[in-house]
């Protein structure tokens, strides 16, 4: 089975840029044209495009929205669009479905709620994101700790389609993925894993791609960097590398 690649936008006043570990004040601005750039990402053979809206996320105003319809309306019937970030309602959740999003996903709202997943669920298909610490996630932009492991919260989402995984000390830090952690994640839940954080080189691309039964690759910095191409990543994942 191929591993699907999910090049990421992170948007922030409508700019795309990357925060180091998640650091406001880390930021790394890559580009004003999101359209642009996803479009990009889908002509080098890309299936999904993950974007996360930056603003949403850290105040709950979306004021990416637009944007974000922008970019579902250019890919309609070339990829899927999954977005994340400020969804924290059913009406959320309705809004970016009728821009278009394929999937959302929702962190800190679902680990306060489950039944919150299991009601924008009904809406359009939800990835529950679990960002992590040594194994305990963490919540509120990584802020504070859940006091919930891992590998427990994998079992609280039924009516999730994907988790979205991510190791806080890896992301945006070009150290590489966590290989263990992940394949202990794929082992403890059928649903599908996507791998978020920390991937440098096509080498941490063609390791996750032999973690037997992981579902997708989130990958941002590295491809803004230049370190390896979409192109490359889709290749490796679909074991053409």
């Not at 969804?87 to 959740?93: T, W």
Request: with cysteine; hydrophobic share 50%; glycine share 12%.
């Amino acid at each position: 089975m191929s591993v699907d690649l999910y090049p990421a936008i992170d948007l922030r006043g409508g700019k795309v840029v990357r925060l180091a570990q998640g650091d406001y004040a880390r930021e790394t601005v890559y580009g004003d044209d999101p359209v642009a750039i996803a479009r990009s990402f889908v002509e080098a053979g890309a299936l999904w495009v993950h974007i996360v809206d930056l603003d949403a996320a850290r105040t709950g105003e979306a004021v990416n929205r637009p944007i974000i319809a922008r970019v579902a309306a250019d890919l309609a019937g070339h990829a899927n669009l999954q977005t994340g970030g400020g969804v924290r309602c059913v009406a959320d959740a309705e809004e970016l479905a009728r821009a278009g999003v394929s999937r959302v996903v929702m962190g800190s709202a679902a680990m306060a709620d489950r039944e919150l997943v299991v009601a924008v669920s009904r809406v359009v298909d939800v990835a529950v994101g679990l960002d992590h610490r040594r194994g305990e996630v963490a919540v509120h932009g990584w802020t504070k700790s859940s006091g919930v492991n891992l590998v427990e919260a994998l079992g609280w989402f039924p009516t999730a389609r994907a988790f979205v995984i991510t190791d806080i000390a890896r992301d945006g830090m070009l150290d590489g993925p966590d290989l263990e952690g992940l394949a202990m994640a794929v082992s403890s839940t059928p649903i599908p894993v996507i791998a978020s954080g920390g991937v440098s080189s096509i080498d941490d691309v063609l390791a996750l791609s032999r973690i037997d039964g992981l579902g997708g690759v989130i990958t941002g910095r590295a491809l803004y960097e230049g370190r390896f191409s979409v192109r490359e990543a889709v290749d490796a994942l679909r074991g053409g590398a």
